[in-house]
């Protein structure tokens, strides 16, 4: 009885001995792969999107600046015509667009900034969310970001998977976004 159980004891040993070694080739250590950051970060269709949004709201409070430029360029070139009591009335009156203008200048400058950091970080939450989705679909055990702040200085280009993941990552947000206002030539993502 006693020698039965040192024997199943002894097979349950070399069995566990053959499936920790079959996992152990299987698995050949961690699946480390990396992507390229900027390519992804450009080239994926949500920051596309993100920039004509920008594009356009810059244009539009660009035009209201133009017009209080234009503006205020008739009224200085309306001075020289003036004398008097009408001359200091509208130096006064031009004096308070010039502030006018400096003001709104000024506070579209701060709004436009903080709009295009959120648009930007709208983008990288995007990203980031879809790179966990992907990683766990793929089997990668690391993903790494390469970019301009040299986060990684030297991967073997067969652990490159930017242009699959690129691809991927625009399929699954083409699935929900109508991409006819996207405007992006394959020399752009670079």
Do not use: C, W
């Not at 390229?36 to 450009?42: A, F, G, L, R, T």
């Not at 234009?70 to 004096?95: C, F, M, P, R, W």
């Not at 930007?120 to 939450?125: A, F, G």
């Amino acid at each position: 009885m006693k020698n039965g159980i040192k024997i199943l004891i002894a097979i349950n040993v070399i069995l566990a001995g053959v499936v920790v070694y079959a996992l152990f080739i299987r698995n050949q250590g961690p699946r480390v792969v990396y992507i390229q950051s900027d390519k992804v970060i450009y080239g994926f269709y949500g920051t596309v999107e993100a920039q004509n949004k920008f594009k356009e709201e810059v244009n539009l409070y660009q035009a209201n600046y133009d017009s209080l430029e234009i503006e205020y360029q008739k009224k200085v070139n309306e001075l020289n015509s003036l004398t008097g009591a009408d001359k200091i009335a509208s130096e006064k009156s031009i004096d308070d667009l010039y502030l006018k203008i400096e003001d709104y200048r000024g506070r579209i400058e701060q709004m436009l900034q903080q709009r295009e950091m959120e648009l930007t970080q709208t983008s990288i939450n995007q990203i980031n969310s879809f790179v966990t989705k992907y990683g766990k679909a793929k089997g990668y055990d690391v993903i790494l970001g390469t970019g301009s702040g040299g986060s990684i200085l030297y991967g073997n280009e067969s652990l490159d998977i930017t242009e699959d993941f690129l691809k991927s990552l625009n399929e699954e947000y083409y699935a929900g976004v109508d991409t006819s206002s996207f405007h992006v030539k394959e020399n752009e993502v670079e």
